[in-house]
């Protein structure tokens, strides 16, 4: 079955960096776009950024774009969110996620806080 393990998140200052991490297992990853989205308290999960299944396209939310990069390792089944000068707006959960077979399957997630 498709799953993620996710990693990187934690407590950061302003103007700080993280890199998160999916690790996927259970569908041919190489082969699938994939995303990372996030929530924060009171709102409704949002699309940060997307790859495709080459890495040649990429595309961001535009509250992300120029901080945020997203990547992945097809040997690795891995794909990353490298995010840097953080504002306290990007404070939230962060899934990945992909679209596989007509259904959307998430993983579990990793906290992302930003405070002074």
């Known amino acids: 079955q498709v799953q993620f393990v996710e990693s990187g998140g934690g407590l950061v200052q302003p103007g700080e960096s993280l890199r998160l991490s999916c690790a996927a297992s259970?569908?041919?990853?190489?082969?699938?776009?994939m995303s990372w989205y996030r929530q924060a308290p009171g709102k409704e999960r949002e699309l940060v950024a997307v790859i495709d299944s080459t890495a040649r396209r990429k595309n961001y939310a535009d509250s992300v774009k120029g901080r945020f990069i997203i990547s992945r390792d097809n040997e690795k089944n891995a794909v990353y969110l490298q995010m840097n000068s953080l504002k306290i707006e990007d404070t939230g959960v962060y899934y990945c996620?992909?679209?596989?077979?007509?259904?959307?399957?998430w993983g579990q997630g990793t906290q992302v806080t930003v405070s002074p």
């Open positions: 996620k992909v679209h596989h077979r007509g259904s959307d399957y």
């Open positions: 259970g569908f041919l990853f190489r082969a699938y776009d």
